[in-house]
């Protein structure tokens, strides 16, 4: 029964009956716009919603999504990579980390290259099954590769906070963190600075609802103020995404620029104060953090605070972790596509030499990834 009413709920937010009232409604205000305008869905999770259910064929001309960098498999570069490669090679180690990243490939190769030659490199779905792995291996050190926005943070924390707690003494970190608004800030700063050669403009942004659970909707409010892009903090679902889209449409026709929410479901504009608060506990920001594709941004990344620096894997092992930075294959251009300056087709080997099963960058590896999206859905774009 739970699951039929779960069912339902589900369903009201895909029906294709309020997409079509919704692309209308997009459609009446679009005429009144005096220009086109682009609007950025930061988050790769978004991405996939938009391509999965056909979105940009109900949006008319002048209303045009660009993808953005929100998918932290996408953004990790290969240095870090080549750490957590690395480091499942010491000795008595377990490299432990999240869903896609074990696929992506490092200049050694992937972790799963890694584990086929032998290491004990593990995924989970949680942070916190990194106890169970360390309580059931005591002579071993559990290494948390840990990724992810400010969705992923919490849990991180949540784990250092039970490690800690339980006096744990096999479990270490290595913190590959990242914040969204400092990279939203990066990509219409570095726009501006090169705004010759860079080819887009990003008018307004749909930013992530599940981010704002944790942090708020309050995270963007600069950027109505400062730079003049309306944010509306948006779901997942097809019709929370239209309703979003449609919401900036009106500001523009009714030239006002603000934040605003559409999943008032559960987004505040506080946020998860206890969750921030954890966060605050253990992280630091670090002043640059070098995200594949963009380079450094300022204060997007963290780091675990001084006072817990004994279960900081970066610092443990950093003789013997490589610190030089990587760049990406030259054909590949991952790096626009994530600051939304080019769409995948775009790329020259996009479904030929750079495939799902044969990914040459991670916005193809990652299954929130805009290629691994366009890939898979295309059609349904394009037919
Ligand atoms: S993991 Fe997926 S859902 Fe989460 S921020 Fe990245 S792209 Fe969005
Ligand atoms: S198709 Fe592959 S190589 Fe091209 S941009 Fe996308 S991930 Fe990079």
Redesign the pocket.
């Known amino acids: 029964m739970a699951e039929l009413e779960l069912k339902n709920l589900y369903d009201d937010f895909r029906d294709g009956k309020t997409l079509k009232a919704y692309a209308r409604i997009i459609a009446e205000d679009a005429e009144k716009l005096e220009r086109p305008i682009n609007i950025m869905e930061v988050?790769?999770?978004h991405t996939h919603s938009i391509m999965k259910f056909g979105l940009p064929q109900l949006m008319p001309e002048n209303i045009n999504f660009i993808h953005g960098p929100?998918?932290?498999v996408c953004i990790m570069p290969k240095e870090r990579i080549d750490h957590a490669y690395v480091l499942s090679q010491q000795p008595d180690v377990i490299l432990v980390t999240l869903g896609d990243m074990i696929k992506v490939p490092g200049s050694n190769g992937s972790l799963q290259d890694a584990r086929a030659k032998g290491a004990d490199v593990r995924f989970v779905y949680s942070p916190m099954e990194c106890i169970k792995i360390a309580q059931e291996n005591p002579d071993k050190t559990v290494i948390f590769f840990a990724i992810?926005?400010e969705?992923t943070t919490p849990m991180t924390a949540v784990l250092l906070n039970q490690v800690i707690q339980q006096d744990i003494p096999n479990i270490l970190f290595h913190i590959n963190h990242v914040t969204v608004p400092e990279v939203m800030k990066e990509l219409i700063d570095s726009r501006d600075v090169h705004v010759d050669s860079y080819n887009n403009k990003i008018d307004a942004f749909l930013g992530?609802s599940?981010v704002s659970v944790i942090a708020g909707s309050k995270i963007y409010e600069p950027f109505p103020r400062e730079y003049g892009r309306p944010v509306v903090v948006s779901g997942f679902e097809p019709v929370d995404v239209m309703e979003g889209i449609s919401m900036i449409v009106k500001q523009f026709v009714e030239k006002r620029c603000e934040l605003e929410i559409q999943y008032k479901r559960v987004v505040t504009e506080e946020g998860n104060l206890n969750a921030q608060k954890l966060i605050d506990t253990y992280f630091d920001k670090v002043s640059l953090f070098r995200w594949r594709g963009l380079g450094n941004v300022p204060d997007s990344g963290l780091k675990l605070k001084e006072a817990f620096e004994k279960y900081d894997a970066e610092i443990l092992y950093k003789d013997v972790l490589p610190i030089a930075e990587i760049e990406d294959h030259k054909l590949c251009i991952c790096g626009d596509i994530l600051r939304g300056m080019a769409k995948p087709p775009e790329c020259t080997i996009f479904g030929t030499a750079c495939k799902p099963t044969t990914p040459i960058g991670s916005c193809m590896v990652s299954s929130?990834g805009a290629c691994a999206a366009y890939y898979k859905y295309g059609n349904l774009i394009t037919s």
């Open positions: 988050c790769g999770g929100g998918c932290p992810g926005f969705t992530p599940h929130e």
